[in-house]
């Protein structure tokens, strides 16, 4: 399954962003997905991640109560909507889908093309 991101751009510091997430040969809805981000000279690291069996969600602490991971199910998509952005929330964003366990979530099955996130002050 390739997942492709979507959505990014550049904005303002406080600004919003909603990323999409995409599959072309896959019904989302069927798996549990991630988003994870990638820094200029940083390791990847989780953002935020859904179940697909009870829509349970995983989120790091630095974006708890600014972002929102969901899904729509009519398009096919992961959402992440993205508000207050900050400078450090500048990076590479992916999905990927994941398994979940113990509040942790851990990807598979490759990475897709990203989408940049810049935020400037």
């Avoid at 989302?28 to 953002?47: D, T």
């Avoid at 991640?49 to 199910?73: H, L, N, P």
Wanted: proline share 2%; hydrophobic share 35%; aromatic share 8%.
């Amino acid at each position: 399954v390739q997942l492709q991101a979507s959505g990014g751009g550049l904005v303002q510091y406080g600004g919003s962003l909603r990323l999409s997430c995409s599959a072309s040969r896959a019904t989302l809805e069927l798996y549990s997905i991630g988003w994870f981000r990638q820094a200029p000279g940083k390791g990847r690291e989780r953002v935020a991640c859904m179940s697909e069996s009870d829509g349970r969600t995983v989120y790091q602490d630095a974006v708890k109560g600014r972002f929102t991971i969901s899904r729509d199910k009519v398009e096919n998509m992961v959402h992440l909507q993205m508000n207050g952005l900050r400078l450090e929330d500048t990076a590479v964003y992916y999905c990927s889908l994941v398994h979940i366990q113990n509040m942790r979530c851990t990807p598979f099955g490759g990475w897709g093309q990203g989408t940049q996130v810049t935020v400037s002050s």
